[in-house]
């Protein structure tokens, strides 16, 4: 519902502002739509957010990209050798410990997700009908909330068959993590952004994300700006800073 969105053949929604010079990557429970749509970009939603049905990613092979909290994630999922420049905003990735964590979690996760299906879908489907669960939610990310962003967060996820797709995606294993956000440093050049009052990943995960990839023989720049976790969606033409 909006000029500048496409859907594939499979159900992916995207939105493009061409040409699709770079791919921008939302965080989880958001959608494309939270990055207002720069010049020359293109923005898929993950399977289970935005108006994305289906099982399928969308997969875009762009020499610039940006990723925002679990996004950061994506980008490294999806990055390729001919990628110039990476800007992570608020990146949810973390240090140390990662294939022990990613054992264990992975196999509990999909297990409880198997167990506890019928029970978690119902309780999604009444968490995200409520404005006041989406507004106690998302007040954590933002510093200046304004009942359109709720809108915005809340609506494709009252669609039918969103809690199914979102269950699957939780289930799917990310085998990506702070190893490969250090070999991406050693080939492109990477800028990390991070939101000085971030509640989600305080500042200070970042700082020790430059710390360890600068140990290993990485380099990386880090910008701490005024905001918050969503700094992006809070700050006008905020593709500028990059």
Same mark, same amino acid.
């Given at each position: 519902?909006?000029?500048?969105?496409?859907?594939?053949?499979?159900?992916?929604?995207?939105?493009?502002?061409?040409?699709?010079?770079?791919?921008?990557?939302?965080?989880?429970?958001?959608?494309?739509?939270?990055?207002?749509?720069?010049?020359?970009?293109?923005?898929?939603?993950?399977?289970?957010?935005?108006?994305?049905?289906?099982?399928?990613?969308?997969?875009?092979?762009?020499?610039?990209?940006?990723?925002?909290?679990?996004?950061? %994630?994506?980008?490294?999922?999806?990055?390729?050798? +001919? $990628?110039?420049?990476? $800007?992570?905003?608020?990146?949810?990735?973390?240090?140390?410990? +990662?294939? !022990?964590?990613?054992?264990?979690?992975?196999? %509990?996760? &999909?297990?409880?997700?198997?167990?506890?299906?019928?029970?978690?879908?119902?309780?999604?489907?009444?968490? $995200?009908?409520?404005?006041?669960? !989406? #507004?106690?939610?998302?007040?954590?990310?933002?510093?200046?909330? &304004? +009942?359109?962003?709720?809108?915005?967060?809340?609506?494709?996820?009252?669609?039918?068959? #969103?809690?199914?797709?979102?269950?699957?995606?939780?289930?799917?294993?990310?085998?990506?993590?702070?190893?490969?956000?250090?070999?991406?440093?050693?080939?492109?050049?990477?800028?990390?952004?991070?939101?000085?009052?971030? &509640?989600?990943?305080?500042?200070?995960?970042?700082?020790?994300?430059?710390?360890?990839?600068?140990?290993?023989?990485?380099?990386?720049?880090?910008?701490?700006?005024?905001?918050?976790?969503? !700094?992006?969606? +809070?700050?006008?033409?905020? !593709?500028?800073?990059?």
């Amino acid at each position: 519902p909006h000029p500048s969105s496409h859907f594939t053949p499979t159900g992916v929604h995207y939105l493009l502002s061409s040409p699709p010079l770079t791919v921008y990557h939302h965080g989880f429970g958001s959608s494309s739509f939270s990055f207002k749509i720069p010049p020359n970009s293109i923005s898929p939603d993950l399977p289970g957010f935005g108006h994305t049905r289906g099982n399928e990613r969308y997969r875009v092979n762009e020499k610039f990209m940006v990723g925002h909290s679990m996004g950061a %994630l994506t980008v490294l999922e999806d990055y390729h050798d +001919e $990628v110039v420049k990476i $800007v992570f905003i608020s990146p949810a990735i973390f240090r140390g410990g +990662e294939f !022990w964590k990613r054992f264990k979690f992975g196999f %509990l996760r &999909k297990f409880f997700l198997r167990v506890l299906y019928p029970i978690i879908f119902v309780v999604l489907r009444r968490l $995200v009908s409520s404005k006041k669960f !989406w #507004w106690n939610g998302l007040s954590l990310a933002f510093e200046n909330l &304004k +009942e359109d962003t709720v809108e915005m967060y809340r609506r494709p996820s009252t669609v039918v068959g #969103w809690e199914k797709e979102l269950i699957r995606f939780l289930g799917r294993s990310r085998n990506v993590g702070f190893n490969e956000l250090v070999a991406v440093c050693k080939k492109s050049e990477v800028v990390i952004i991070h939101g000085k009052n971030d &509640k989600i990943i305080p500042v200070e995960n970042s700082r020790r994300l430059k710390e360890g990839i600068e140990e290993r023989g990485g380099k990386v720049t880090l910008k701490e700006v005024e905001g918050g976790h969503c !700094w992006h969606e +809070e700050t006008e033409r905020y !593709w500028e800073y990059f």
